[in-house]
């Protein structure tokens, strides 16, 4: 009985040591998280309960990071309570910008629109919520090895270099039709597999209907560009209610205009095998 029992008591310690051993190296794999659908994150968070804040120091806007939970799933969100306009911004640097708006609405509006556009597996869902006595856009947090910043400073080259100029092209599209005056390396965030994310838009959408730097579209994804030339302004004008104003559709709207008279004229140069994939 006793050589018995002290099987059972190896075997049930050996058991509970893999059992610790699996759940911790699950809670550390990204993986391992519970693949939601856009309608479950969005979801969970408008609904979930913030359990823990703390607010971080990255970007002029220094957002909040809060844990949520739904009493099932426990995951952590941005929350970014920034809405700022002013006549004239002047910068540090002898810039200055005529209307300036920083605000969480242009995340919100850049996620719908990454929906109208199919690129919404690389643009975060963003929402509006209210927390702590702030509205402000909260979005899913993302489980990423670095950014673009630390990928350049680092000298690490992408394992798939044909993938990644494919994904950092689709970017520079969006980048140029939403006219983001603070894009920046730390926004673009990287997965263990090389995926890229695009993320912060507060200080998007700006008035400007000429493109910021159209030497960065290079090429396109044919659906992309095929969605981009069907993209209907009362259709974005509705999906962006709230978010945008009717100046800033409109602005968007001859940036795009733009973008597919660029590739056009490129087409025509260069051929299609040099211009889309």
Sequence with gaps: MNLRRLQWLVLAALTSCFLSTSFLVAADNPSAEPKLTLEQEEEFLLHAKVIKSHQTSKGVTAPWRLTLTDGT???????????????????????????????YHFNIAAYRLARLLGMDNMIPVYLERKWNGNSGSIGWWLSVKMDEGERARQHIDAPDVDAWNKQMYKVRVFDQLIYDTDANLTNVLITDDWKIWRIDFTRAFRLHKDLKDPKDLVMCERSLLDKLRKLDEDDVMEKTKGQLTKGEVKALMARRDKIVKTFDNMLAEKGEGAVLY
Excluded: C, L, W
């Excluded at 426990?74 to 810039?95: C, I, L, S, W």
């Design 73 to 103: 799933i426990t995951h952590d969100a941005v929350f970014q309570p920034v809405d700022e306009r002013k006549n004239v911004m002047a910068y540090g640097d002898g810039r200055t910008e005529i209307n300036f708006k920083d605000s």
